[in-house]
């Protein structure tokens, strides 16, 4: 026998050695197909939270853009990001992944949200008070 067949036998017991060993690692929920521990359930959890965590996108990713705050309301941004610490809470005492991980994301999106609401809104604060300035300064003068 060669040396290069020698190795490869050795390998392939090796290999059924340690597949015979980890027997335990075999999934028993043979209906989740992503993870041995993720449940159906989790699945159907994770979809949901997907489509709610970013409904919130959309106008936030428009505020971004239009770097203005035309037609934003941050009220319900901080609203739902306050409840959603709520579902974060929720889903810690009931031990849901899919509760806890979509719900943190979207406190994240809406924090994001509020604060580019307040710092476009100083912006323009503060461009409205320079413009009123101007104004006064070109009425008022002779």
């Known amino acids: ?7 490869t036998r050795g390998l392939l017991f090796l290999g059924l050695f340690a597949l015979c060993a980890c027997a335990d690692l075999v999934p028993r929920d043979t209906a989740s197909l992503l993870k041995p521990t993720l449940y159906r359930s989790e699945i159907v959890g994770f979809l949901a939270g997907l ?59 809406n924090f994001f949200s509020v604060a580019a609401f307040r710092h476009f809104r100083r912006q323009e604060q503060a461009q409205d008070a320079t413009v009123t300035a101007r104004e006064l300064r070109r009425t008022s003068a002779p």
């Open 1 to 7: 026998m060669t040396a290069v067949k020698i190795a």
């Open 51 to 109: 489509g709610t965590t970013f409904a919130a996108v959309p106008d936030l990713l428009a505020m971004l853009r239009r770097r203005s705050t035309a037609g934003m309301n941050p009220r319900m941004a901080a609203i739902m990001c306050v409840f959603q610490v709520l579902w974060i809470y929720y889903g810690l005492l009931i031990a849901s992944r899919p509760v806890i991980a979509w719900n943190l994301l979207a406190v994240c999106i």
